[in-house]
């Protein structure tokens, strides 16, 4: 029970079947009781082992308003610390990244080595006997573990592990991996950094949005292919689909309707095999890798077709690593890594980046109008007379198939009442 | 006189005037003229997260080649571009520019750009650096090469789809 606007309300209550209230969209209150919640209690994504390759390694992370350092130590380890002196509480680490074997605070000169140990001290005369380094190191991240090179950090100090945490929307992790032959992507390519005035949870799995948000995507690539192939696949007719795979992680299933092969243009523009010596390369390797032509063709459309929500802040879309940060109820960030294939030849992730770029980033032509609805989203819910919102398409359509997986046509709001039932979980 | 031979004096009074044309029509989103300044073997690059890099390797907020470019200008006279629906209001000042002829007969440009832009109840204010390489063709020029480098191209950045 907490306060919204002067009442004494059950967040859980917010949620009912089908409908949602727009304070959980718009509550400053909730959106603090959020950060404690869920960014400050579940695993969330921090960061790929490739971001800090090498020993010395470093990037500037945050969870919520956390300002997270990580660190790849001299001895091989990487490590997580919050961002802050021991002495003052000054920020130690001032870049995205770079490789330091210090952390020096540029206040009173402390300094920590990149495995975390306060190591020195200026003027340590001036403390008295009971002053220990020892115990002023940086602070590291209650929990730290990864999946397939993916960091994740809880600040609680106990709970679920990871793996039971990340349960079935593990496999989307796998299967974005695939498009590589050796199932290693690297996130070294850069950032396509974005803010917006609206919720964070707003950046969610929605298939039924296609047609209208992104009219223009599908106007230009009835232009580049000569048919209306997305316009079918994302219809109440199409047999794609919405999945609710438990606690908060959901997807979209647009394999259905999906085919791949050499030197065809597809709507996406990711995973396009070009018609070059490098496409044929590409091709020879995932053989290699996986078998046969009919596997390569099936691992290169799996990958490409992720499109998963790992509950809270993850997303695998496509090309892209998506991470989500909540600044507050009305105001959220969003960093898009595209992901570059390991073992693969150079044309393929050119390819892969100008593919990126097409659809997403600030001056994209699908994201920003994703941003768009987002803003106009926050502004129309402040309009709060009727404050419910209706989230009951194929509410009672929806298949409950024997492993607990919900399914429901590609315009149902299953992917929504996911990630909401979960919320409510979280915020009970 | 054609630019190709004009002294250098004359040729930076020529580069300002397609300078200051060329903002004109990014201001007032006159996209078909705009795109009408390019050769077909253009590209125009906007830098993500560092102000240079090879473009093969490192993510871009804008790497367009012509056929990219015809698609940015189709989609934004198209319906249903969102994000310029309404457009923004915009007001660009070039200036301090630097003009030298290149070996290859083309003419590079140095400049600086504030951009000004309204919408939504918001004002932005861009500042970027601009290299230019453009290739004489009669009395004025084609951009072969446009570069627009944001300062704030490492920072969370809003809605980029007007032209820069």
Not at chain 1, 85 to 111: M, S
Not at chain 1, 132 to 144: E, F, I, T
Not at chain 1, 156 to 173: Q, T, V
Not at chain 2, 32 to 39: G, K, V, Y
Request: hydrophobic content about 35%; proline content about 4%; overall charge negative.
């Amino acid at each position: 029970m907490t306060a919204v606007d002067g009442h004494e309300v059950d967040y859980s209550s917010l949620i009912e079947e089908g409908r949602v209230h727009s304070a959980v969209y718009t509550d400053e209150t909730i959106f603090e009781a959020e950060l404690e919640r869920i960014f400050y209690t579940y695993w969330v994504f921090l960061a790929h082992e490739s971001e800090v390759a090498e020993p010395g390694d470093y990037c500037r992370k945050s969870i919520g308003r956390h300002s997270i350092v990580v660190a790849r130590g001299t001895d091989g380890e990487v490590r997580a610390f919050f961002n802050r002196c021991r002495h003052r509480g000054t920020t130690v680490c001032r870049y995205d990244r770079g490789n330091a074997e210090f952390f020096r605070c540029p206040y009173h000169g402390w300094t920590y080595n990149n495995r975390g140990p306060l190591i020195g001290v200026p003027f340590p005369s001036r403390y008295g006997p009971g002053f220990d380094k020892a115990n002023l190191g940086l602070v590291p991240v209650p929990r730290l573990d990864r999946y397939r090179g993916f960091y994740f950090a809880s600040l609680a100090e106990d709970g679920p592990s990871l793996k039971e945490h990340l349960g079935r929307a593990a496999e989307y992790i796998d299967m974005f991996l695939e498009a590589s032959p050796s199932e290693r992507v690297e996130l070294r390519a850069g950032a396509s950094k974005s803010n917006f005035h609206g919720n964070w949870k707003f950046v969610g799995m929605d298939g039924y949005h296609v047609n209208f948000t992104h009219k223009t995507v599908q106007d230009l690539q009835v232009r580049r292919t000569g048919n209306a192939e997305s316009r079918k696949s994302n219809s109440d007719r199409a047999p794609n689909l919405t999945v609710d795979l438990g606690g908060g992680h959901c997807r979209l299933d647009l394999s259905l309707t999906d085919r791949v092969e050499i030197g065809k243009a597809t709507s996406s523009l990711i995973g396009e095999i070009p018609d070059t010596e490098a496409g044929r390369q590409y091709l020879t390797l995932m053989v290699e890798r996986w078998g046969s032509e009919a596997e390569a063709y099936a691992k290169i459309r799996g990958s490409r077709d992720v499109h998963v929500h790992v509950w809270p802040n993850l997303q695998l879309i496509g090309s892209e690593v998506r991470v989500i940060r909540p600044i507050s109820s009305g105001y959220s960030e969003v960093f898009g890594y595209p992901a570059m294939l390991d073992g693969v030849p150079d044309e393929i992730n050119e390819r892969r980046l100008r593919g990126y770029e097409w659809f997403n980033g600030v001056a994209g032509f699908g994201s920003p109008d994703d941003r768009e609805i987002f803003e106009r989203n926050q502004t129309g819910l402040q309009n709060d007379k009727e404050p419910w919102m209706v989230l009951s398409r194929g509410l009672t359509q929806a298949e409950v198939r024997d492993d607990g997986v919900v399914v429901g046509n590609i315009t149902d709001e299953v992917t929504q009442r996911s990630q909401l039932r979960q919320w409510a979980e979280a915020m009970r | 006189m054609s630019a190709a031979v004009s002294s250098l004096g004359e040729l930076r009074e020529q580069i300002n005037a397609f300078l200051v044309h060329e903002a004109a029509l990014a201001d007032q989103h006159r996209y078909d003229e705009w795109l009408e300044l390019w050769s077909s073997d253009a590209i125009y690059w906007v830098p993500c997260n560092e102000d240079d890099y090879d473009p093969a390797r490192h993510v871009s907020i804008i790497y367009d080649d012509y056929g990219r470019l015809q698609e940015r200008c189709f989609r934004l006279n198209s319906e249903g571009a969102h994000s310029q629906d309404p457009p923004s209001r915009l007001c660009r000042i070039i200036g301090n520019e630097e003009v030298s002829r290149n070996g290859d007969g083309n003419v590079q440009v140095h400049a600086n750009m504030i951009l000004v832009e309204v919408r939504g109840g918001e004002k932005n204010i861009y500042g970027a650096r601009l290299e230019y390489a453009l290739q004489p063709e009669g009395d004025s020029f084609k951009i072969k090469h446009k570069k627009v480098v944001l300062l704030d191209n490492d920072e969370p950045l809003g809605n980029l789809t007007f032209l820069l």
